[in-house]
């Protein structure tokens, strides 16, 4: 009780005005206390009017009342500042940044707990109290707090909007509806206000459910990501596995080759020494033999030789040649060439068992496909480093920097014969086999030049097996006045800005291959969109003597 009785005093001795304690109190005629300054700045903006209020109760004065000081005020004041009692109320009671703020508040605004519609005002709990205490307020309507109240009214009439004009999809207020809205679908904005509550609780249920079925998604994809990142986890430990076994084996199969060359290599070596002591043996004595019968030359009497030379021990038979064999001995050139058999063997079947994986695995893809590349930049992100295959190159094309670079040359090139090789198209494919997503550029010389993709088995021979002659291949021919397409035979004609330099992008499981004039920007010269049934490999062209095509080096 005390408590309470202490509280009654703080807001008994408060300011209106500033909602602080008093200080300097003053009365005015109708009984009420201010802080003198605060007052007098109420009065001061009143002046222009000649018309001055009462801030708490609203009277009305012709002239501006005196003001008399009280005594008994200012010692109360004093009194509760000796108790320590703060002079301000709690801090929740002040407006946050949710909350409509008191319009008559100066300084830090107090927190409005209601509206009058008739003032147009919104009031803290302080400054609501002449609405309670006066007559003159008992037709104003008091309602919840209203943010941006002044938005509530009409411009024009100063009415309260309780109106909807549908015609004109407005709020309004009664005089609008028999003024400038009159003869227009009008409703209260109650009841407009239900059929668009009906509106809004449709479009939250269509939210909600879209919501639900996105989390679901995400739910079924964060399965798929756990399922993803477990499967290619145990993928990773049987291929290492598989390859420490084939690692292991081909350790072995190594080991066992290089004993059997050492234990041939002793075997030969110690023939071949036994075969060189004899023939050394038979050095000496023949050497041996010749001193003897050089010095029996030098003698000059001739009965000694005649007598001594049937003596002489007579030259035994000679020992066979081994020089056929020596010559003939191809020691182990062919130990080298089976193993780099095996190695290019080994080298195809690894190549194509891993195709097949790598298919396999690009397969797995695409919960989410992948938009097609737009900026050089995005393009890059997929760039291959590809190299020519020189089995693969006609005779009359000269492969150069690292196999990346054709030259039409006027002679035909010294190489082996090859199944692969192309014999009459001046055309080259690349080694590597391109799956998955793949881009790369080709800088091409003034003349003709074609860029293709091709299935292996493209045909070598005929007019068929150039690049676009057929089912298997997709060419881009490039000259210096146009462009065009040719694929099973079929010729189109392109538009596109003249380029030294083409991009060429595949997405091989999406079946799609464009080709790209590029220089500061990329420009699509053509898009194919087909379906890709075998691995593909990258080809050239070339149609002229001294014209060149070079695969680009991408960073």
């Known amino acids: 009780m005390a408590q309470r ?62 003001l008399v000081k009280s005594a008994m005020l200012a010692a109360l004041v004093e009194q509760l500042k000796k108790t320590g009692l703060q002079a301000a109320p709690a801090d929740h009671c002040y407006a946050g940044a949710e909350d409509v703020a008191c319009d008559v508040c100066t300084g830090r605004k107090l927190r409005a707990v209601k509206s009058c519609l008739v003032c147009q005002v919104s009031y803290c709990e302080q400054h609501l109290q002449p609405h309670f205490e006066s007559p003159a307020f008992e037709k104003h309507k008091l309602v919840e707090p209203l943010k941006h109240l002044q938005e509530k009214f009409c411009s024009c009439h100063d009415e309260v909007m309780k109106m909807f004009c549908r015609t004109d999809q407005q709020c309004i207020c009664y005089l609008c509806s028999m003024d400038e809205h009159k003869g227009h679908d009008t409703v209260s904005a109650a009841a407009e206000r239900t059929e668009r509550q009906r509106e809004l609780e449709g479009s939250r249920h269509n939210i909600q459910q ?40 081909m350790e072995e199969r190594r080991s066992d080759v290089k004993q059997q060359v050492r234990s041939q290599q002793e075997t030969e070596v110690s023939r071949v020494k036994e075969l060189q002591e004899k023939l050394e043996q038979e050095i000496t004595e023949l050497k041996r033999k010749d001193a003897e019968l050089e010095k029996l030359s030098h003698t000059e009497d001739h009965l000694h030789v005649l007598l001594n030379y049937p003596l002489l021990p007579h030259l035994s038979k000679s020992t066979e040649s081994h020089r056929q064999n020596i010559l003939h001995l191809r020691y182990f050139e062919d130990v080298t060439a089976a193993v780099s058999e095996l190695r290019d063997k080994l080298q195809d079947v690894l190549d194509e068992e891993l195709l097949k994986i790598s298919l396999t695995v690009t397969e797995v893809d695409a919960l989410l496909p992948q938009p097609e590349p737009e900026t050089r930049d995005e393009f890059l992100q997929y760039s291959r480093q590809i190299t020519l295959d020189p089995n693969t190159a006609h005779t009359q094309l000269l492969l150069s920097n690292g196999n990346r670079k054709a030259t039409v040359m006027r002679e035909k090139q010294s190489c082996s014969s090859h199944t692969d090789r192309f014999s009459d198209w001046l055309q080259v494919l690349s080694r590597q086999r391109l799956t998955g997503r793949s881009y790369w550029e080709v800088e091409r010389s003034s003349g003709g030049v074609s860029v293709a993709v091709s299935y292996k088995d493209i045909s070598r021979t005929g007019t068929e097996s150039g690049f676009g002659n057929n089912d298997k291949s997709w060419a881009l021919g490039c000259f210096d006045i146009t462009y065009y397409f040719r ?23 999406a079946g799609i291959l464009s080709f790209y004039s590029v220089s500061d920007t990329m420009t699509l010269l053509h898009r194919v969109q087909t379906t890709f049934t075998e691995p593909l490999y990258a080809g050239l062209l070339v149609y002229w003597a001294g014209d060149t095509a070079e695969l680009c080096e991408l960073k």
Request: some cysteine.
């Open 210 to 249: 879209r919501i639900q079925d996105r989390e679901e998604e995400v739910k079924l994809l964060q399965q798929e990501v756990e399922a993803i990142n477990g499967s290619a986890d145990k993928a990773v430990e049987h291929s290492e596995k598989i390859f420490t076994q084939l690692i292991r084996l």
């Open 487 to 509: 694929q099973n035979n079929i010729r189109t004609l392109l538009s596109g800005p003249r380029s030294s330099r083409v991009g060429v992008y595949l997405d091989h499981s």
């Open 5 to 66: 009785a202490v509280q009654l005093d703080w807001e008994t001795l408060c300011c209106s005005i500033c909602l602080d304690l008093l200080k300097d109190p003053v009365t005015s005629p109708c009984g009420h206390s201010y802080c003198m300054n605060c007052v007098k700045d109420h009065w001061d903006t009143e002046d222009e009017k000649k018309t001055y209020s009462c801030p708490q109760c609203k009277e009305s004065f012709t002239l501006r009342p005196g």
